[in-house]
């Protein structure tokens, strides 16, 4: 598509926009013909060696002299009588000096053997040339026959410079044009194409506009741009979407009603200007994923959540800036009612957000009390009190991490048990504060419990092993790895939870043979299993899950004392498991 069909109607022209927008590579150019390597349209292109010539004797070479600046010159194997022009002949000069023409006379004459007279061949190389290039016409004369001719003499076009760069290109264009077919791709109807596009990030889309009007066509679909996509780290992000913001809007005037999810997910140079972009044009945006952003700040996520009034999803893992979600001091002025000051977002990740504290999550938690989805990892200043706050606002999480947030002891865990039935996933990862007392409140209370990661809590024992698995039977996946296990845990867990999935008891050195017999007497949906580094598992034990639970996928047993025969049998009993170890004779 060139310029000028550009400019004629509403279109983007993304030529030398895409390396600053998205900082790809884009398409190659067509070669310089004066760079050419393949000798088309190269002004130095020589073809002196008698080896090529289809002449039976040795021909007397003429070479044409190129334009009085130039020393290059173009050199053909014809002999001199045949450029002789009869005096009754009319014709311009100006065609015969091409160096695209002469180029072309010599390829043809020298790679078609199958024309027994080089003037006939050369004849009709010059024809289909004229024929193929309509905006040279006139660049030729006719004899008394009427036969179209084009001048041979090397003398009467040495004043003639070469043509420009853009002719060169318009003759190319129109020889390739006269010679397309149509591909396989081009007989697809539009709905295959737009289902391919689907699968295409937002720089792969906006280089596909720029193969043809049809896909230009297609790829500004309305139906295609309902998700953006951008997660390079170099790419200018700010001005990216402005430029699409301002293309999607062009049926609905300053806002792009058609886009809902955006992923902007390590996009280093995003900044506050563009954010404030998207609160601006994109009203019905319900998905934003902002993980890695490190230069956004509050203010500009609170206008977002502020004028995107239906977003329910929001990322912002490792954005160092942010300390609190809450509207702007104008919205919160212009909502009398506190139902008008919600937010209501339904999932929310501050994975490492170190900045985050208690003061911080009680706003959050205020705000947006219909949360479902919370996770706080590695949110290293929270403690029991920013806990409280969620537990007593946010009253409908069902998933709720704080791994590796140190400061959190039992009492946290107290407060997240008023969430009752709802919590069905529960993270304490690595908060080697929380003991038992934490883990039976909520064992007693939160017996709908799914999940439970207690990692690392080296206080957690049997002791509360046994109530867990008495109030929460429908329990599918446990961590207890490097905590106080014996076997006498690992059999109140098969006993009472048969639908046990996944289950990590690693670094768990009172854990025997014994135990994963009861496993896998009592659990044969069990899944995943991961005996890393317990010293008293033997071959006797990992051959009796094999054996008992047929659906095993995935089985950690690196530095444990497993021979190869114990390594053999799993692999002939669960043949779709993957065996992690750390013995080279298993290879």
Known sequence: MTDTEVDKGNFTNWKGMLDELFDIDQIPPLESPHDSSSGIASDGANYNSPNMSTFRG????????????????????????????SPNHHYRDEYASHPYVAQERNIYYRQSPMCKSPINQLLQVEQDMLRYSPHLDGAYYTDRHGHAHIPRHPGVYSHISSPSYDDTEKLIYAARKKRHRLSLFDLCPDDVILKIFQHLPTDQLCRCSRVCRRWYTLVWEPS???????????????????????RLSYDTPHVCIMVEKI?????????????????????????????????????????????????????????????????????????????????????????D???????????????CTQLQFLFLRRCVRITDIGVQHVANFCTMIREFSISDCRRVTDFGLRELSKLDSNLRYL??????????????????????????????????????????????????????G????????????????????????????????????????????????SVKSCD??????????????????????????????AYRAVKKLCKKCIIEHTNPGFY
């Not at 709908?448 to 049997?462: F, P, Q």
Request: charged share 20%; net charge neutral; with cysteine.
């Open 427 to 480: 993270s304490v990862a690595k908060c080697d504060k929380v003991s038992d007392v934490g883990i039976k409140y909520i064992a007693k209370y939160c017996y709908k419990i799914r999940y439970l990661n207690a990692r690392g809590c080296e206080a957690v024992s049997d002791d509360s092993l046994e109530l867990l698995a008495q109030n929460c039977s429908r329990l599918k996946s446990l961590d207890v």
């Open 536 to 565: 008293a598992i033997t071959d006797s034990g990992v051959i009796a899950v094999a054996r008992g639970c047929r659906h095993l996928q995935q089985l950690n047993i690196q530095d444990c004392h497993i021979t190869v025969e």
């Open 58 to 85: 040795t021909p007397s070479p003429v070479t044409y002299s190129g334009t009085p600046s130039s020393d290059r010159s173009v050199s053909t194997p014809v002999s001199a009588e045949i450029f002789t022009p």
């Open 353 to 367: 957000c170190y900045a985050l504290e208690d003061i911080g999550l009680k706003i959050m938690a205020v705000h």
């Open 263 to 351: 992923n902007l997910n390590g996009a280093e140079r995003l900044t506050d200007k563009g954010l404030h972009l998207i609160a601006k044009r994109c009203p019905e945006l319900r998905h934003l994923e902002l993980q890695g952003c490190a230069n956004i700040t509050n203010m500009a996520l609170f206008e977002v959540v502020s004028r995107c009034v239906n977003l329910e999803y929001l990322n912002v893992a490792g954005c160092s800036f942010i300390t609190c979600i809450s509207l702007t001091p104008e919205a919160s002025l212009q909502s009398p009612t506190l139902y008008e000051k919600q937010i209501f977002l339904r999932h929310l990740d501050m994975t």
């Open 224 to 246: 295609l741009w309902s998700h953006i996509k951008i997660n390079n780290e170099r790419a200018n992000v700010d001005k990216a979407l402005k430029v699409l913001t301002r």
């Open 482 to 529: 490097k905590c106080d296990i014996t076997d006498e845990g690992l059999q109140f867990l098969a006993q009472n939870c048969p639908q046990l999935k996944k289950l990590s008891v690693k670094s768990c050195d009172a854990i025997t043979d014994e135990g994963l017999q009861f496993l896998a007497q009592n659990c044969p949906q069990l899944k995943k299993l």
